[in-house]
Antibody, heavy 121, light 108 residues
Framework: QVQLQESGPGLVKPSQTLSLTCTVS??????????WSWIRQPAGKGLEWIGR???????NYNPSLKSPVTISVDTSKNQFSLRLSSVTAADTAVYYC?????????????WGQGTLVTVSS | EIVMTQSPATLSVSPGERATLSCRAS??????LAWYQQKPGQAPRLLIY???TRATGIPARFSGSGSGTEFTLTISSLQSEDFAVYYC??????????FGGGTKVEIK
């Protein structure tokens, strides 16, 4: 069974870059047809899909996001990463990594436990 | 962007009673809808996909129905562990995905 674990700084200053990594265990990130996503949730609010990557490196992003986003994959480390630039307080949230089973599946059956990132000076 | 609207925001139910949660899409999403359960401090857990297919290990008291723009999640007899927040999510216009705002099911 696939397991996911987020890691990264819990505090980021405004206008700086938020960087998180999701480590995949229980299988190779490049095997199968999984798509790898980032989702976030501000405190007391709902879920927002940020974007996804396939092991080929192809990406999709939520066009509604205000901050520039980059998702990358490192198959040698079995990890994928999120970079969110020029962050503001509105980017404060719990960030989850999650998987979709395949192309256009669309639902998330494995999730990480989440990591809280606070944007503050 | 497809907007997902869930109602009610909060549902007060007694243990053993039936709970009915609604999710409406701003345009048709066919049957491309999933439901998740989230407890405090935990990640969401997939309950239903394809509007009505239970995910692996999900008890039969959870059922999903609907298509197009109107969907329902029914919990036939609420157990103590079912009090949580529930989210719907559409994936009809994959690769784009959107979630509803959630319904909190609380103890009456």
């Amino acid at each position: 069974q696939v397991q996911l674990q987020e890691s990264g700084p819990g505090l980021v200053k405004p206008s700086q870059t938020l960087s998180l990594t999701c480590t995949v265990s229980g299988g190779s990130i490049s095997s199968g047809s999984y798509y790898w996503s980032w989702i976030r949730q501000p405190a007391g609010k709902g879920l927002e899909w940020i974007g996804r990557i396939y092991t080929s490196g192809s990406t999709n992003y939520n066009p509604s996001l205000k901050s520039p986003v980059t998702i990358s994959v490192d198959t040698s480390k079995n990890q994928f990463s999120l970079r969110l630039s020029s962050v503001t307080a509105a980017d404060t949230a719990v960030y989850y990594c999650a998987t979709e089973r395949g192309y256009s599946y669309g639902w998330f059956d494995y999730w990480g436990q989440g990591t809280l990132v606070t944007v503050s000076s | 962007e497809i907007v997902m609207t869930q109602s009610p925001a909060t549902l007060s139910v007694s243990p053993g009673e039936r709970a009915t949660l609604s999710c409406r899409a701003s345009q048709s999403v066919s049957s491309n809808l999933a439901w998740y359960q989230q407890k405090p401090g935990q990640a969401p857990r997939l309950l239903i996909y394809g509007a009505s297919t239970r995910a692996t290990g999900i008890p039969a008291r959870f059922s999903g129905s609907g298509s197009g723009t109107e969907f329902t999640l029914t919990i036939s007899s609420l157990q103590s562990e079912d009090f949580a927040v529930y989210y719907c999510q559409q994936y009809n216009n994959w690769p784009a995905l959107t979630f509803g705002g959630g319904t909190k099911v609380e103890i009456k």
